[in-house]
């Protein structure tokens, strides 16, 4: 069996109890870092094995961890929030369903749903557009972005905000209104509520630093 398990995006305190007991029971835990997970699975006192799966894993990678699903129970967790959102989890879930694995999805925090939720923006209609691309690509998505008529949410680092932001106000308009939200769940949680053009001023001072949820 593949359990996908949903971990803390920063405040430990979110994890559920399904979580901990599955991550308890499973006989093999596959994470993108095993010295990041390593510190979460110390703080609940859960000694278990621990294999890396990540961005850069292969498919033949998790078509082998996978085969070992057909006799044990893993647990697949990723850095923070739910796995298979920006994250490799999907080549395991894909192989698991092509090698008739049961899965089972455990539920719990997710950073594009609280940035969305806390955003002001709204909700009904929404798309995940993951990172925006770097190159190949970008220019062609924001000009689709144009015709929106649902609200976006990306993730960024601190490191392309700026040029993000810029790239927004081409495309868009300098009073074009959205939410940046960053350190979620954290003691220093924080929604900046605005236009591009100021969230843009903002970015050049260096104001945005940890992980950015962008919805507009």
């Known amino acids: 069996m593949l359990s996908l398990v949903s971990t803390p995006i920063w405040n430990l305190e979110d994890i559920t109890l399904r979580a901990l007991r599955t991550l308890k029971e499973a006989d093999l835990i596959v994470c993108e870092d095993t010295r990041h997970s390593g510190t979460l699975l110390k703080h609940f006192e859960i000694s278990k094995p621990l294999q890396s799966f990540h961005s850069h894993s292969t498919r033949e990678q998790a078509k082998k961890l996978i085969e070992r699903a057909q006799n044990e129970h893993l647990a697949y967790i990723s850095d923070a929030g739910t796995p298979g959102i920006s994250d490799p989890a999907y080549l395991l879930i894909q192989e698991a369903i092509e090698q008739n694995i049961k899965i089972e999805v455990i539920p719990g ?24 691309p770097l190159k190949k690509g970008r220019q062609t998505l924001l000009k689709e972005l144009v015709e929106k008529e649902y609200t976006a949410i990306i993730y960024e680092s601190p490191h392309r905000i700026e040029k993000t932001l810029s790239d927004l106000m081409n495309t868009f308009w300098p009073e074009h ?16 509520r605005d236009t591009l053009e100021n969230l843009y001023t903002d970015a050049k001072k260096g104001v945005f630093r940890w992980e950015i949820v962008l919805i507009f």
């Open 109 to 132: 925090a997710s950073a594009l749903l609280t940035g969305l939720i806390g955003s002001w923006l709204h909700m009904h209609d929404f798309r995940f557009l993951g990172f925006l």
């Open 177 to 192: 209104r959205v939410c940046l939200a960053r350190e979620l769940t954290k003691i220093y949680e924080n929604y900046h």
